[in-house]
């Protein structure tokens, strides 16, 4: 297959109207053609699958630092949290600097952050060193390319199927979970700890030849409109960006007026708590507890990225025919059920109760982001992707604090369960305050419905 040749975005610096005949006029369509979009979408893919190698890495290697130096689970699961915060906090200012320096630069420079960060870990020796590379290094690295990126690519390159992308591109998280954890889990048991940091550095550093030269900032530098735009739509085309990080501080002050923006930050907040903080960073030391083996455990964690992928594409279908505020309060419900009964499924050998758990969980683990995304752009338009870059923030700074606060649960009473249920009633409260997000009056995004 071929697609129209990719060009330096200097050459596309105006604003005027671009004619795509792909989305036009049938007739002139070349069926043999790959819109430019797909292109970038597929990069982006990658592009995020070597970003969460890095992020699959602290659920399993939190024994192996506590065995060698010592240190304690809070400790360690602080460096987590600064990780996670950073992931979070540095999202919609990434999301600004895309606009005005371009997505290739900004995600090639967090792809070499999060090589430099893995790569160090190897030499450290004190725990202050964890915190610099672990959590401050590589956290500024996935924060500059973290699901922001994912609503900057749709918002930009798709109009049609616009969910469908997000979830497939959400999903990549998940993909990259699947991929990397039971090896870093296998690694780390044969050989230790620093092998697997250094093959994360490795795969990041691969990574950045792809986005150099596929990685485009609009259709209208490439002489293409949006995926599926409508004909006369401005959708895709480049426009003057200004302002920087500050634009980020700018598109708060005024997100932050909108009750949306905060029931929808709130509910991301405890979709953090639920998922990467808690979940994500301590069921394999949870199950451990109860006498499964690390890699016996590390293979469930990737078993639910798997049932993640299938989910988080589906959910990405349906967010572009019913109303997302339906599928948050479907899915924030059935997590925080699943969160409940966890506790009394874990033992040292996997029984069918707990298959039934991963299946279930694993559907519903990062679903949420696709309707998010789309609820962001319909309340916030054009500044869609940072107003979302604010709401993942809150999402990082919840699963901060469940990572820190799960930590020190175990610490104190030498068990999960108290955090387990925890955030199953907050998962309730996140449902609720889906349901009341008022959407605009208008029914129209981009020149297309929507449901």
Not at 41 to 62: D, E, H
Not at 384 to 398: K, T
Request: charge should be positive.
């Amino acid at each position: 297959m071929a697609f129209r040749p990719l060009v330096r975005p200097s050459k596309f610096r105006h604003s005027a109207r671009v004619t795509d005949l792909r989305s036009s006029d049938p007739k002139a369509r070349n069926p043999t053609r790959l819109h430019p979009a797909w292109i970038v979408a597929g990069v982006g893919f990658v592009a995020l699958l070597g970003a969460a190698a890095f992020r699959s890495v602290p659920s399993v290697l939190i024994e192996p630092l506590h065995t060698e130096f010592g240190w304690s689970h809070g400790t360690i699961s602080a460096a987590v949290s600064l990780n996670m915060l950073l992931y979070g906090l540095i999202s919609p200012f990434a999301a600004a600097l895309m606009d005005r320096f371009g997505i290739r630069r900004v995600v090639c420079s967090a792809l070499v952050l999060i090589a430099l960060g893995s790569g160090l870990t190897v030499f450290m020796t004190q725990s202050w060193q964890l915190v610099t590379t672990w959590g401050l290094l590589v956290g500024i690295g996935v924060g500059s390319m973290s699901m922001p990126f994912v609503a900057t690519i749709t918002g930009r390159w798709f109009v049609r199927s616009r969910g469908l992308v997000t979830g497939v591109l959400t999903a990549a998280g998940a993909t990259g979970q699947l991929v990397f954890l039971p090896l870093v889990a296998m690694l780390a048991h044969d050989h230790g700890w620093r092998l697997p940091s250094i093959l994360v550095a490795a795969v990041a550093l691969s990574v950045v030849p792809l986005v150099w030269l596929f990685v485009r900032d609009y259709p209208s530098d490439v002489g293409v409109r949006a995926y599926g735009a409508p004909a006369g739509s401005d959708a895709g085309v480049r426009v003057p960006a200004a302002g920087g990080a500050g634009r980020a501080l700018s598109v708060l002050a005024t997100a932050a007026r909108k009750p949306g923006f905060w029931l929808l930050a709130g509910g991301f907040a405890i979709c953090g708590a639920s998922t990467n903080g808690l979940v994500g960073t301590h069921f394999v030391t949870a199950a451990h507890d109860h006498g499964m083996p690390p890699t016996t455990a590390a293979g469930l964690l990737a078993l639910i990225g798997i049932f993640d992928v299938a989910g988080t594409i589906a959910s990405g279908w349906l967010s572009d025919r019913i109303d997302p505020r339906y599928l948050l309060l479907g899915y924030y419900s059935l997590r925080g059920l699943s969160l409940l009964i966890l506790p009394s499924l874990l033992g040292p050998h996997t029984q069918p109760s707990m298959w039934v758990f991963i299946v279930f969980y694993g559907l519903d683990w990062i679903a949420t982001v696709p309707p998010t995304v789309l609820l962001c752009r319909e309340l916030f338009g054009a500044d869609g992707p940072i107003a979302f870059g604010w709401v993942f923030a809150a999402h990082q700074v919840g699963a901060a604090l469940a990572a820190t606060g799960a930590g020190f649960i175990r610490d104190l009473h030498g068990s999960y369960d108290l955090a387990w249920y925890v955030a199953g009633a907050l998962c309730g409260l996140a449902a609720i305050m889906s349901v009341l997000v008022r959407r605009p009056r208008h029914s129209t995004v981009d020149g297309l419905a929507v449901p």
